[in-house]
């Protein structure tokens, strides 16, 4: 029998069988009447002709039988000719668990889910004894969101990348954003006069930059997002405010390698820090620093006046030691605060960066417009930076459901092709509370023209000459 009690937070599974398996060992024998069937019966003393046939060769009911060996005798000679009830042996117990459709043997191990399992025997049953881990997808959340996916608004899926993991795994390698409220507290939001007439009820910014947006990667068991979302918003402001004269993907592999002083690499990061060291150093590309998803030795040299810098060994072949790509460098980083605020702040100068409040449900979204579903109540959280390229709205259930259009960083396979839509207006996850960018220094490069209309300021504060 299968005993199986889930939780919201902890899914315990016990398993009883027992399985009987009844065996009566005869040797050569056959079970069966035999002294029985004789005309004459049972032979006192020695009488070699008191037999009886018995598969290919023949079985003896007298006396002198048990004298030689006991498998000469008739199976039911003890019983018929002697009278005595001989014991059979008991039948053999096979120890076995069951638990999912599947049969384990006694001391065999078996991984559910996140949890380490061994058939036991306890109490005298037979038990599935499993670790307590709490699950990064949990049977009881996900079973409930496919249900209701109606009332919650979005759906859920079961990713294979995560199945398996434990939840203090999602929390630790798959955010990594090191959050201090007090500091968001200190730091001012930028004020910007718009006319609100002018926001649009929905942008995409996809649709509008195309490829000088950059596309979802997967941050791998590695607590990068700090890095990620920092230096994808830093690369779709270079492609916007150079009108696409810059199209360079930049490298977080740099960012996460080099900026490590106060960081923590694949254990998170700050945000702040991130931009401070973008607009000391700067950013070289992808292709010359690729993602490698774990923390590793910087390769290249930190040099605040220098506007080139030379790729990393391992990408150079050996004929080309020389090869060099531009420093990416931005202004000071900046808050921007309200709803209104970040519509106008990505509608005019692209991408800004988000940190929110991740609960487990989150890391089983697949599609729709995304709010906490308070399954998990009661477990950890942890925060998340992310990027908002854009907002909407669409209908549910006769009323307008206003959302933000987010890039993640668990890859394309996750969620809507990388993507995920939150609710907009309402600080849902926090993801309103803590929004900064900065804007893009070009004036190292060769752009001309003033895509967006407004002044473009160097690092020192002065105003670019070049657009």
Known sequence: MLQMTTSPTVVAIVVVALGCAAALEYGPDVAGQYCSTRPRGCCKGR???????????????????????????????????????VPRPAPSITKQCYANGQTYKYGETVKLNCNECRCEESNGKMQLMCSSNECLVDTYILDTLRHQAKRFGWSASNYTAFWGRRYDEGLQLRLGTLHSKRKILQMKPLKAAFQRGNLRRSYDAREVWGKYI??????????????????????????????????????????????????????????????????????????????????????????????????????????????????????????????????????????????????????MYKSGVYKCSNLASGSRTGYHSVRIVGWGEEYQSGRIVKYWIVSNSWGSWWGENGYFRILKGVDECEIEDFVIAAWADVDDFDVTGNPLGYDVFLLNGSKSNSI
Request: hydrophobic share 30%; charged share 25%.
């Open 47 to 85: 009488q070699d002709d008191c037999t009886v046939p018995i598969l290919d060769t023949l079985c003896y009911c007298d006396d002198f039988c048990n004298h030689t060996r006991s498998e000469d005798c008739c199976p039911d000679f003890w019983s018929f000719c002697k009278h005595i009830d």
């Open 214 to 363: 950059s596309q979802p990667i997967d941050q791998g068991w590695c607590g990068a997002s700090w890095a990620i979302s920092t230096v994808q918003v830093t690369t779709d402001r270079f492609g916007i405010m150079s009108k696409r004269a810059i199209g360079d993907v930049l490298s977080p592999q740099h960012l996460l390698s080099c900026n490590n002083l106060n960081q923590q690499g694949c254990q998170g990061g700050h945000l702040t820090r991130a931009w401070n060291w973008i607009r000391k150093f700067g950013l070289i590309t992808e292709e010359c620093y690729p993602w490698e998803g774990q923390m590793s030795t910087c390769a290249v040299p930190k040099k605040k006046k220098e506007s080139m810098a030379q790729c990393p060994r391992r990408v150079r072949s050996y004929n080309d030691r020389t090869t060099k790509t531009r420093l990416h460098r931005v202004g000071p980083v900046y808050r921007v605060a309200t709803e209104e605020g970040i519509m106008h702040e990505i509608l005019t100068s692209g991408p800004v960066q988000a940190v929110m409040k991740v609960s487990r449900d989150f890391f």
